[in-house]
């Protein structure tokens, strides 16, 4: 079983409107968890990380649900600017570190049109 | 500060060619890694380093090899290279769990 799995999409959605990603993680010691965003031919850059008590930035809103081992993102009043693929990453403990092992979902692109 | 930074930017090789490549930060940061991602994979990790002298394979790691000689720079190395590692290659790095991505090696092998 992948570490990491996730929706791959495509979402076409239009400006404005709330769409919302999930994944699903496989390790339940996992503690870190986050959100990248990858736009097309570029390197992935950190969008947010995941707290328990779920936290907000903006437009976007990230849960973490350990009892099910999912995460979610919810992109809310979406701009053209989104679009993008949004990685779900899930940092395991490793050897009794959970220093930077990251794992990546395949990722789920996300197209806003006007 | 540059961030972190990858020669070169495209590569072409043939089955069985070797080749580095590079991967430096300016930031200082102890924790350096190698992915590939391909499409429908993600990124997987091929290699990391916890600090100069010390690395250690990630899921991927066969037919590539590290070295970590100082905090800089990581390079990662293509001993005999085959069609399966066509892929784009990210470089990262990171002091806590926050990691920071090179733009990236296009690698094609034919």
């Known amino acids: 079983r992948k570490e990491v799995e996730q929706d791959p999409g495509p979402f076409n959605v239009p400006e404005g409107a709330t769409v919302a990603f999930n994944c699903t993680y496989s390790n339940s010691a996992s503690q870190s968890f986050f959100w990248y965003r990858q736009d097309c031919r570029k390197e992935p850059k950190l969008l947010m990380s995941?707290?328990?008590s779920g936290n907000e930035d903006g437009r976007f809103t990230a849960q973490l649900n350990r009892a099910s081992q999912y995460i979610s993102l919810l992109i809310r009043d979406s701009k053209l600017s989104d679009s993008a693929t949004y990685l779900c990453?899930?940092?395991?403990?490793?050897?009794?570190?959970?220093?930077?092992?990251?794992?990546f979902g395949r990722g789920t692109q996300l197209t806003v049109w006007p | 500060n540059a961030g972190v930074t990858q020669t070169p930017k495209f590569q072409v090789l043939k089955t069985g060619q070797s080749m580095t490549l590079q991967c430096a930060q300016d930031m200082n940061h102890e924790y350096m890694s190698w992915y590939r991602q391909d499409p429908g994979m993600g990124l997987r990790l091929i290699h990391y380093s916890v600090g100069a002298g010390i690395t250690d394979q990630g899921e991927v790691p066969n037919g590539y090899n590290v070295s970590r000689s100082t905090t800089e720079d990581f390079p990662l190395r293509l001993l005999s290279a085959a069609p399966s590692q066509t892929s784009v290659y990210f470089c990262?790095?990171?002091?806590?769990?926050?990691?920071?991505f090179g733009p990236g090696t296009r690698l094609l092998v034919l």
């Open positions: 990262a790095s990171s002091r806590g769990e926050t990691q920071y």
């Open positions: 990453v899930v940092n395991p403990p490793h050897r009794g570190s959970t220093l930077g092992r990251l794992y």
């Open positions: 995941v707290y328990s």
